[in-house]
Every structure is written in C-alpha cells, then in structure tokens.
C-alpha cells in the first residue's frame, strides 16, 4: 500500500500563516461570503430565517380576533409603515365564524362560510393596505382556532355568551395560545408589537383573550420561562409593546357632535365608554395617517359583512351590527406598555412614531 505525505511544514510555518497564505491575493468580499457560508452551514434553518428577518431594519407585528378588527383601529398604522417599507406583518386568530353579518343578503351564510367569506375580506383589505404578510393563527395540529362569539350586553359592551363552541378561541389552553403567538413572534422578530389592552376594546372575549395570550407569548417568546418554551425558534426580546386605545375628550367631542347632528344610534357623550376610550394622558403615541386614510376606507369596505360607512355625516363614522357609531379619524392612538417612549413628540408630548428610539425613521 501507498500513501501520499502531507506536505512539510516549511520553517517557521504555522496554521495560521498557513490560512493567511491560503486567502493572499483575494478579494476581502470573497473571503468574508466564504466566511458567513461556513457559519450558515452550521446553522439550523429557524436560526438562518431568524438572521434573514434581521435585514428588514424595521419589523412590526399586530396581533387581532377576528377579520375586520385591524382595519377598524390600526387600518392607518399598517398602511404607513407598509409605504414606508417597514415588515409589516398581521397575525388574526381566528376566522370570525359567528360575526353578526350586517347585509340582509349575506345573512343566511353559514359559520363556515362566513369565515371564507371573511378570509377573503381580509386578504382585499390587506391588499388595501399594502401588506403582504398577514396570516390566521393556528393549533399545533394545523386547524384554526374558532371566533367564540359574543353577546350585547349593551351599546358598545359585549361579553360572552353562554354556549361556546369547544373549538373555540377561549376554550382553548391559554398555554397553548400563547405558545403558539410567541412561536410567531420569534419567526418575525419584530420589534413592536400591537394589539388590545386588557378589555379587549369593548369586552369581546376574543379580544380579551389575544390581549392576555400575546402579553404571555412575549414572556415566552423571549425565553423567559423555561417551564414551558415555544416550539423552536430562537428567542426574541420585543422593543416596544402598544395597546390599541382612544383618547376620551376626542371621544366624548365626537359623540357630543353626532348626538347634535341627529345621528341615529349616537350615544350618550356623558355616559360610560368601552374599555378602549382612556383618559387621555394615558394616550402615549399618536400615528398620522392622514396621509393613508384613503386606504384605511378601502380596508373599511372590504369588510362589507361586519359593518357600514358613513362618510357624509357631520362627524364620518363606521356601524357595526349593533348600528353605534364609531367615529372615523385620521390619527389612531396607542398606549406605550412595555419599552421606553422617544420623540419626536407632538404638541401633547405624545410619541408621532412605534419605532422612534429603535429603529431608523422612515
């Protein structure tokens, strides 16, 4: 048998000086592919997406219930980061099944036609609104988690009701809702995140629950409890958390004008709000999008099961099926939860950007 020598070690050589020789002459961009190639093949596929997502600078993720519920109060938001050229990504948890459908003509679908039907609303309006990742939360089987309906227990008041369906958001492990929005959450790497406050807005059980599930998932997400970690993905700290919320003397002039305009259904501007209207030095962040209303209106229309628009009134507002008005603005407003606040500020000291102190400016 023949072997072949491995070559001498010439005097004074080293491994070092050997690799040097080896990478003389070439171009340094050459060597360092070839150095991030060697890294990425030791890499497992969720940590190179995880490197990928990195090179979007800017990466916002909105966690909502139902479709409809991101046009309503973040339409605005999505479509200015999206122009901007932010990651802009829309994760809803369940289809809306039982959505109180508003045309007459469309009230005879079933829950499972409705919840295609709404399905493709939402893909119009995100089409509206320039985003291109917008996805439905699902179980660790693949299936969706079902809209578990709600009942009026007055305007602009809603709670659960009494038969939900097993299948159903709230009757699902919490645990297990939570995991699977935090093993979003590492895939995205975001560094703002948005949904409801505690309330859920005006007291949907679903949007109560995505609340309460996203504010775990972040923990999670995180890898801040090793009781019980996410499926895979490698850990994320989000920057900065927003509520979804309305400053309550905008609130009150609004209704206080709709009341004087003879607006059917206006409500009492002195009577008690639901749970999104704050006093307004809790209002920490405030988003223009005057420049993106006419998106936020096509969105709006796209979700024609859900609700109506008037935009002629003295003051132009959306109905849902219990027909109160919701004024429409051009602003939507956010309560800073998590993260620090950072100008620029407007005239009120309220942030004008999610990203300010985290991210380059659009």
Do not use: C
């Not at 790497?189 to 409801?196: F, N």
């Not at 206080?256 to 008690?272: H, I, M, N, T």
């Amino acid at each position: 048998m023949t072997t072949t020598p491995e070559p001498a070690e010439q005097p004074g050589e080293t491994p070092e000086s050997a690799a040097g020789a080896a990478t003389a002459g070439r171009d340094p961009l050459e060597i360092a592919a070839d150095l991030v190639d060697d890294v990425a093949e030791e890499l497992e596929p969720a940590e190179l997406a995880a490197m990928d997502r990195l090179d979007q600078p800017r990466r916002l993720l909105l966690v909502h219930a139902h479709p409809d519920d991101e046009s309503i109060g973040t339409a605005a938001t999505m479509a200015r980061y999206a122009d901007a050229g932010a990651g802009v990504t829309l994760l809803t948890a369940t289809r809306g099944e039982l959505g109180e459908v508003v045309p007459a003509e469309l009230a005879s679908l079933g829950p499972d036609e409705l919840a295609e039907h709404r399905a493709q609303e939402l893909a119009a309006a995100m089409e509206a609104v320039g985003v291109a990742d917008h996805r439905f939360l699902t179980r660790p089987d693949g299936t969706g988690y079902r809209d578990s309906g709600m009942v009026w227990l007055e305007p602009g008041r809603a709670a659960a009701g009494d038969d939900v369906d097993p299948r159903a958001l709230v009757a699902a492990d919490p645990e297990e809702v939570a995991r699977r929005i935090a093993e979003v959450v590492r895939e995205v790497r975001p560094q703002v995140v948005v949904t409801y406050e505690p309330g859920g807005g005006y007291g949907h059980p679903d949007h109560v629950r995505v609340h309460e599930a996203t504010m775990r998932a972040l923990v999670l997400a995180a890898g801040g409890d090793e009781r019980d970690e996410p499926g895979g993905g490698v850990p994320w700290q989000v920057a900065k958390v927003y509520e979804i919320v309305q400053p309550e003397s905008a609130v009150r002039a609004a209704l206080r004008r709709l009341a004087e305009s003879g607006a059917p259904g206006a409500g009492d501007p002195d009577g008690p709000l639901p749970s999104v209207v704050v006093p307004d030095e809790q209002v920490t962040t405030v988003v223009d999008g005057t420049e993106q209303v006419p998106a936020k209106i096509a969105a709006l229309r796209a979700h024609a099961t859900q609700l109506t628009l008037d935009l002629d009134a003295a003051v132009p507002a959306l109905r849902l099926s219990n027909g109160v008005p919701q004024p429409l603005w051009p602003a939507e407003h956010y309560r800073l939860v998590h993260g620090v606040a950072s100008g620029p500020f407007d005239a009120d000291g309220r942030e004008t950007d999610l990203f300010a102190g985290i991210a380059p400016s659009s």
